[in-house]
């Protein structure tokens, strides 16, 4: 049985995850969600007006009295300033496991906060709420997100062929998962 606790602040050494706040409204319109390569390799609609980006964070807002309800702003502790989002986007309760999607503002990668990120909710998922089993997915064509997923220490399942149509092509889905017995084997 999962332990939910819905979204909590957690730190990690260079990051704060925590709700989000209307107050992030101009950080993310900026940072990623008007970023129309971004928001494709995130399978996301791309956010024309900061009016737009207040109603996607006011429907984050809404769902946070949820338990089961897993979605973080992607805090610099030494800025303040929201670089990002993660989430738990998919909770099977019954089977213990969720999937983790997360997106980092291009002016913020290959910092490794996305791999920073993505291990911080790992143990919490595992340690906190006691998941089974975390699993993140990527698309074929963004090796970017792929090598975040390896670095945080994901088995590499296998790719769903042909599973998105994009801009007249087709792009698999890469699937990638760690165990809750390989994540305590990892913190010997």
């Known amino acids: 049985m999962l332990t939910h606790t819905g979204t909590q602040t957690i730190y990690s050494e260079r990051l704060i995850l925590r709700r989000f706040e209307l107050s992030d409204t101009d950080a993310v319109f900026r940072n990623w969600a008007s970023d129309e390569y971004l928001q494709k390799m995130y399978s996301e609609p791309v956010y024309e007006t900061t009016e737009a980006v207040q109603g996607l964070l006011q429907n984050y807002i809404d769902k946070y009295e949820r338990e089961d309800y897993y979605r973080w702003a992607v805090i610099l502790k030494d800025t303040g300033e929201c670089i990002g989002q993660i ?79 994009m801009d007249g092509e087709y792009v698999g889905r890469n699937y990638f998962s760690m165990l809750r017995s390989e994540y305590e084997s990892s913190k010997k």
């Not at 999607?101 to 143990?123: D, H, L, N, P």
């Open 87 to 165: 989430a738990y986007f998919y909770v099977d309760s019954k089977n213990h496991f969720a999937e983790i999607e997360y997106c980092i503002g291009a002016a913020f990668q290959r910092k490794g906060y996305a791999t920073e990120a993505v291990r911080t909710i790992m143990s919490y998922g595992f340690e906190k709420i006691g998941l089974h089993k975390v699993q993140i997915c990527c698309k074929t064509i963004n090796p970017a997100s792929r090598r975040v997923i390896e670095k945080s220490g994901l088995t590499y399942e296998g790719t769903l062929r042909d599973y998105f149509y």
